[in-house]
């Protein structure tokens, strides 16, 4: 009696769908699953949530190393389906290096040729224009707190986070800064204690951009308001963000809030 035929019916005929994959290992699956566990989760939620409200990159940062790891599995699970195909000379990876030297050519133009990108662009459509100028008005600022009648005795704050974080580090001293709640939603600052210590202090109040009008509660926190400034900031050499800086002087102890718990 014949032994029966290796690898069945395709090939008896010849042929055949080629050797089977290789087995996934748990270690394997366990890694896809955990990858997986720390990216869908939080991206399909803010996902979601981005149809009802703004929705800031940052917030969902958590998810993006897990699914930088994930998207490169999965292309190099596509690469090495291609390349079992098709001939070496005409892999897909010889193909896409063109791609990603080009890709590597254009983020270092984005982070070392911001000069000459700053004339074609206007700051609208420059990512990165929001970024100029922080070191240059840090000094200003400082210029204005020694020119005051007592430097010692001003506090720096913002109507939003971002610009008070910058405060707090570009002001050379790097002093505490206080962020006014105007109406904004709620940041680690309103859990921070407030400026409400410093009575009879002046300070110096900087806004992302040149003020429109006063805030309307700025009166019953100062009993004098300076007039306001839109500074220019430099950046090397070149044009920076242009902010709003206003003096003020005898803080009564009132610091607002007024975001009613929004977050």
Request: include cysteine; hydrophobic fraction near 40%; aromatic fraction near 14%.
């Amino acid at each position: 009696q014949p032994p029966p035929a290796v690898g069945g019916r395709g090939a008896a005929r010849g042929g055949g769908a080629g050797p089977a994959p290789p087995p996934v290992s748990d270690a394997t699956i366990r890694e896809s699953v955990l990858l997986c566990a720390g990216f869908w989760p939080l991206f399909l939620f803010f996902l979601v949530w981005s149809l009802h409200t703004r929705i800031y990159p940052n917030w969902s940062a958590m998810c993006y190393a897990a699914g930088l790891i994930l998207a490169a599995r999965g292309v190099s699970d596509l690469l090495e389906k291609y390349r079992g195909i098709e001939k070496p000379a005409q892999s897909w990876t010889r193909r896409l290096v063109p791609v990603w030297a080009a890709l590597g050519l254009v983020l270092w133009l984005m982070a070392h040729a911001q000069a000459p990108l700053s004339g074609l662009f206007p700051d609208k459509y420059n990512p990165t224009a929001r970024l100029k100028g922080w070191s240059d008005l840090g000094r200003h600022l400082d210029d204005i707190r020694r020119a005051m009648p007592n430097p010692d005795k001003v506090f720096f704050f913002s109507d939003s986070y971002d610009v008070t974080a910058q405060l707090a580090f570009y002001v050379p001293g790097q002093p505490r800064a206080y962020c006014a709640d105007f109406g904004r939603r709620l940041s680690q600052y309103d859990f921070w204690p407030g400026p409400e210590e410093y009575e009879g202090w002046d300070a110096v109040y900087v806004r992302r951009t040149p003020f429109s009008k006063p805030d309307p509660l700025l009166p019953a926190m100062f009993l004098r308001l300076g007039k306001p400034e839109a500074y220019a900031s430099r950046h090397r050499g070149g044009p920076g963000r242009t902010f709003g800086v206003m003096v003020l002087q005898s803080f009564t102890g009132k610091w607002p809030h007024m975001s009613k718990g929004i977050y």
